[in-house]
């Protein structure tokens, strides 16, 4: 499955929207295609949001939001990041794919990071990487 950088203009860190998200920073996510790459990232980090000072409501999460969010497919030469949400079954599978996904990055350089799982919930598994102990 295609893996997705998604990335926030910095410029437009300061709407409204974005007090409806609970990460403000670039995501890496594997999906069909950008739309389900973007809805992933509302499942991911969206919350409820009270109304503004002025009685308004910020219109939705920023994740959906092509004016807030840049959306680009990674090559599957390309590393995944430090942190990935992918689809997985099990614990199992999430591991399986995180191992495929991180193992080409750890062909150049196989000391930097090692892969981890860290939680799941539903078919979403956040993963990533840290650095190795010494």
């Given amino acids: 499955m ?15 929207n ?16 950008e739309d389900e790459a973007r809805k992933k990232a509302i499942m991911s980090y969206w919350i409820a949001v009270k109304r503004a000072p002025d009685g308004t409501i910020p219109i939705g999460c920023p994740w959906g939001s092509s004016d807030l969010v840049r959306c680009e497919r990674l090559e599957d030469s390309e590393d995944p990041g430090d942190e990935i949400i992918i689809e997985a079954a099990n614990i199992d599978e ?14 150049r350089a196989p000391d930097r990071f ?14 990533g ?3 190795r102990s010494p």
């Fill in 94 to 107: 999430a591991r399986k794919k995180v191992k495929m996904l991180y193992g080409r990055a750890a062909k």
């Fill in 2 to 16: 295609p893996i997705w950088k998604l990335t926030p203009d910095e410029k437009k860190l300061t709407e409204p």
């Fill in 129 to 131: 990487r840290s650095p």
């Fill in 18 to 33: 974005w007090e409806a998200s609970t990460r403000k920073s670039e995501i890496t996510i594997e999906a069909a295609n």
């Fill in 114 to 127: 090692y892969p981890i799982v860290s939680w799941e919930s539903s078919s979403l598994v956040w993963c």
